[in-house]
């Protein structure tokens, strides 16, 4: 018996990003393929296809065969395997989903660097021809998507470049020259490109390591604390691995000044580079807490410092702080949204995605780690962030910790050594005895905050920052400098 597929609509990734379906019109025979683009941005787009078996007996395979014109290319995909010859793009099945019982169907996604929309398309050598339908691809020329949240302005073909390879742009910020190098012994310069490697991350050889650093305060509040000498100070007298970049996005942030936090944030990617530290570029939503009601702006904001960044070793991207008030399946709904557009533009750059409750892996919700290991997002190279505040958080958090550290690649993008507020009394056992649990993991790190505002949680003594002095113990708080005597201890690398 002839076995039938059918390549249908995935109309319930539709939503409200597609911009643009083409359709592959029906055979004779009734195989019918069509794709969905389930979101796009300015340099390329995210598909997605369903294939399904219309008949009653199973099938033991599948291939699915994409022609996309010239210029356009899969960057990648995910529950299929995949292979290209020049313009042609095969695809099979992931290895679980090759058997396709009768009446049932899988689908698999991939990203398209390049606006060109497919131009043939074949299931099991049956060519889907016949292209109606609206628009067709070639001549769209794809705007960052509509989402539903329309306030922030979209990304201009000017500031997102359109590759993943291609060198990156010149720092617009000129470095000050900093006392290490991105060449030696600095922890970039020993580890290079860091990927997930299982639940941990590693460097570019595959060992397994920790980094260790401190966040900023927002970027756009404490300007002075961000200066040469305070970078100089981090990565020769702290010998910090790590600097995380909090760019907030409301409370006079990136939504009231997103060129100029943008500029921003890539002149401290620059300055970490030259002193050979670790960028962790931090969307610091808050207040809301949905992610989604920023999405259009993540969108805008990440094509960009992607793209700008691609070239670089040192970046990390963290695409929300703390979400809150919302379910998981939100948050992971966001991350699949974001991350293929960091993935267009810079492939191999980790990616962390903040969790339910405050990042705190569902707990201050009630919830658990369990539910983002039973629908964990739909990415390779990615890790969960967790966040605690030593007095605020103790036995219980750091029990789900332990138990989520065994499946899930974590990383503490923030901590405090307060409460949750960020003020109050510093909790030096409580801080202790999770940084004991965190190098025993293996679990990377950034302490909120370095700045020098008049709170607990500050790494700076008021007036540090216009002072212009940031090395030694005499200009850090009670925090900091249990901060400092726990980071600058020798790194296992
Ligand atoms: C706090 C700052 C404080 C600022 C407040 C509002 O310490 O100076 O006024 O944000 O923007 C978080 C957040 C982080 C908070 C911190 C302490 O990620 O933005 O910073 N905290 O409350 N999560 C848990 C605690």
Known sequence: MKRKLKLVLASALAVATVSTVAFFALPASAEAASFTVTNSWNSGYQGEISVSNPASAKISTWKVELTLPAGSTVGQSWNATLAAAGQKFTFTPAGWNATIAGGASTSFGFIVNGTGRPTS??????????????????????????????????????????????????????????TKTATGSTPLALNGQVKVCGTNLCNESGKKIQLRGVSSHGIHWFPSCYTG?????????????????????????????????TTKVNSLVDQAEARGMYALIDFHILNPGDPSFNLTRAKEFFAKVAARNAGKKNVI????????????????????????????????????????????????????????????????NIMYAF?????????????????????????VTEF??????????????????????????????????????????????????????????????????????????????
Not at 243 to 251: G, K, L, N, S, W
Request: some cysteine.
């Open 317 to 380: 991207y963290e695409i929300a702080n703390e979400p809150n008030g919302v379910s998981w399946a939100t948050i992971k709904n966001y991350a699949e949204q974001v991350i293929p557009v960091i993935r267009a533009n810079d492939p191999d750059g980790v990616v962390v995605v903040g969790t339910r409750g405050w990042s705190s892996l569902g707990v201050s919700d009630g919830a658990s780690s369990a539910e983002i290991v039973s629908n964990p997002v739909n990415a390779s």
């Open 416 to 493: 405090g050594t307060v409460s949750a507020s960020g003020d109050g009394a510093v909790d030096t056992a409580g801080t202790n005895t999770w940084i004991d649990l965190l190098d025993k993991l293996k679990i990377s790190y950034a302490n909120w905050n370095f700045a020098d505002k008049s709170e607990g949680s500050s790494i700076l003594k008021p007036g540090a920052c216009s002072a212009g002095t940031f090395s030694g113990t005499s200009v850090l708080t009670e925090s900091g400098q249990l901060i400092r005597s726990r980071i600058r201890t020798a790194d296992d690398f």
């Open 121 to 178: 398309c074949t299931v099991n050598g049956q060519a889907c021809t016949g292209l109606t339908g609206t628009p067709t691809a070639t001549t769209s020329t794809p705007t960052a998507a509509p989402t539903t949240t329309s306030a922030s302005p979209k990304p201009t073909a000017t500031t997102v470049a359109p590759t993943t390879t291609s060198a990156s742009p010149k720092p617009t910020t000129a470095s000050p020259t900093p």
């Open 387 to 411: 966040h605690f505040y030593a007095a605020s958080h103790q036995d219980n958090y750091r029990a789900e910790v332990t138990k989520a550290a065994a499946s899930l690649p974590l990383f």
């Open 229 to 261: 000498s305070a970078l100089d100070a981090l990565a020769t007298d702290w010998n910090a691995d790590l600097f995380r970049i909090a760019m907030y996005v409301q409370e006079g942030g990136y939504e009231s000044d997103p060129t100029g936090l």
